[in-house]
């Protein structure tokens, strides 16, 4: 089974649905991230948490929140989708002492 | 303002050959350095990866080279195989900031028969 899942793993919604994005992990890790991919702009991180009780903006939060509901769930929302949010968003974990990030297999979004 | 920046957004290379991807970066404060790779409908899978305080780290067919002074990184694959087609990702982590990572844009890499 997969450390990290990411449901649904493809979306598409129309312009003002709200959407949430769902993130559920069994690698133990406190710390989730949430990544959104574009053609030619690589990963740019949306939100992220250090533990249940600490959510923290990225890059590109606007227009997005988040929900951590327990160490292995994060849930991400786009209250009012709008067609520039259509992307391939990320789900990744790391424990305290690592940089290194392990990342669910991603779902795509369309809003149109 | 891109931090991590891989100017070239593809690369075709043959099979044995040597593949070597590279990276630049603008913030000073970046110590740690990773390199991921991503196959289609796959999210990235973490390959390699450096601290500030060495040059050069290796795995089997992987090193990879950090130029401090540069601010320049790059990842060597010897010798490519088919297997190894996928976009790879350079990211770096700044001091202080745990394992929250800047990403660059990706490089898709093509290694050809």
């Known amino acids: 089974d997969a450390d990290v899942t990411q449901t649904p793993r493809n979306r598409i919604t129309k312009t003002g649905k709200r959407i949430m994005l769902e993130c559920s992990q069994t690698?133990?890790?406190?710390?989730m991230y949430w990544y959104r991919q574009d053609p030619g702009l690589g990963l740019r991180l949306i939100y992220y948490?250090?533990?249940?009780?600490?959510?923290n903006k990225g890059e590109i939060s606007d227009g997005y929140s988040v929900s951590r509901q327990a160490q292995a769930k994060f849930s991400l929302s786009l209250e009012s989708a709008i067609p520039n949010q259509t992307a391939l968003y990320f789900c990744?974990?790391?424990?305290?002492?690592?940089?290194?990030?392990?990342f669910g297999p991603g779902t795509r979004l369309t809003v149109l | 303002d891109q931090q991590v920046k891989q100017n070239s957004p593809s690369l075709s290379v043959q099979e044995g050959r040597i593949s070597i991807l590279n990276c630049d970066y603008t913030?000073?404060?970046?110590?740690?350095f990773l390199w991921y790779k991503k196959y289609p409908a796959e999210g990235p899978t973490f390959l390699i990866s450096?601290?500030?305080?060495?040059d050069k780290n290796e795995d089997g067919r992987f090193t990879v080279f950090l130029n401090k002074s540069a601010k320049h990184l790059s990842l060597h694959i010897v010798p490519s195989q088919p297997g190894d087609s996928a976009v790879y990702f350079c990211?770096?982590?700044?001091?202080?900031?745990?394992?929250?990572?800047?990403f660059g844009t990706g490089t898709r890499l093509q290694v050809t028969l």
């Open positions: 990744a974990t790391s424990d305290y002492y690592s940089n290194e990030q392990f």
């Open positions: 690698k133990g890790h406190d710390r």
């Open positions: 948490s250090f533990d249940v009780k600490d959510i």
């Open positions: 913030n000073s404060m970046f110590d740690y």
């Open positions: 450096i601290s500030s305080i060495k």
């Open positions: 990211a770096a982590s700044e001091a202080g900031t745990a394992s929250k990572l800047t």
